[in-house]
């Protein structure tokens, strides 16, 4: 994962370079870059993406030296986050733009090879091995516990709906501060994207109630968010995924909230459980 990063740095610092050098990157196909590089999409409240780019790269780069569970969630979020930036502009050189920057594309293959390695090291680790722990001991004996019985990691959950929650917040942001244009592509990308989380969820958590209810509405409110951004007009789609974020944005604090009391629920009972057992220890032992 490193190494990878690496590389999506080393390519974010190149065309930060060209940026203020104000010179066009090497490219293979005549045109393809110079022309994303010099767009109006080249820059984001007057800061370069590139520039952007090089931030996203040292911040997973950081995360990967933190131990334990705090390190995955993190580096997780992160490359999450960079992922959906990175498919944003992908969508923007594709049909907004009509050109291809073979520097773009390689940063953002580079960026989907670290979201999937950061998801999947926080999906298959063992909470025994976090040091040091993100939560109480009694919430780890909760993992093994959940393990033994073959349920879903409740890590997954809150990554998840903790990204959906920062997508969400991110969009409601955006329709202030960018043009309709901008808000009608982050709206299919980031809908596509919510879409496809909130079913993850509510597939691996399909046995329970609670998680399937809400995820199935964030669902729905997403898959409505991609096809209200093809059917209206701009103006119209600004005020759409303005109220659609927020109703997804309040559904992730409900799934969040959810999670932690079913977290302290199943904690109180391992305490109660462990207490009853030392006390009946302590009865023989007498």
């Known amino acids: 994962m490193a190494v990878v990063g690496a590389a999506g740095l080393a390519i974010a610092g190149y065309l930060t370079w060209t940026h203020y050098a104000g010179s066009a990157p090497v490219c293979l196909a005549s045109g393809g870059c110079e022309r994303v590089q010099t767009s109006s999409y080249s820059d984001l409240a007057g800061i370069p993406v590139a520039l952007i780019g090089v931030g996203g790269y040292a911040v997973i780069l950081a995360t990967l030296v933190i131990r334990g569970e705090a390190g995955l969630v993190l580096s997780a979020l992160a490359a999450l986050v960079g992922f959906g930036f990175s498919a944003y502009l992908t969508y923007l050189e594709l049909f907004t733009i009509h050109a291809v920057c073979q520097w773009c594309l390689a940063s953002a293959i580079a960026m989907t090879v670290l979201a999937g390695i950061a998801v999947w090291r926080l999906v298959r680790a063992d909470p025994r091995s976090a040091h040091p722990p993100l939560t109480s001991p009694a919430y780890v004996r909760t993992m093994r ?92 789609v600004s005020d759409l995924t303005f109220a659609s974020a927020l109703v997804v944005a309040g559904l992730a604090l ?11 629920r199943v904690v109180h009972r391992l305490e109660v459980h462990e207490g009853e057992g030392a006390q009946e220890g302590e009865r023989i032992a007498a």
Do not use: C
């Open 254 to 264: 409900v799934g969040l909230t959810a999670h932690e009391l079913d977290t302290e």
């Open 145 to 236: 516990h959940r393990t033994k019985r073959k349920e879903p990691p409740m890590r997954i959950r809150y990554i998840s709906y903790l990204s959906l929650g920062v997508a969400a917040a991110f969009l409601v942001v955006a329709t202030y501060g960018f043009s309709l244009s901008t808000i009608a592509a982050l709206s299919l990308g980031l809908g596509i994207a919510m879409l496809a989380v909130s079913v993850g969820v509510a597939i691996i958590y399909r046995n329970d109630v609670p998680t399937l209810a809400v995820s199935g509405a964030i669902a729905a409110v997403s898959a409505w968010m991609v096809v209200s951004s093809q059917a209206f007009a701009q103006s119209t």
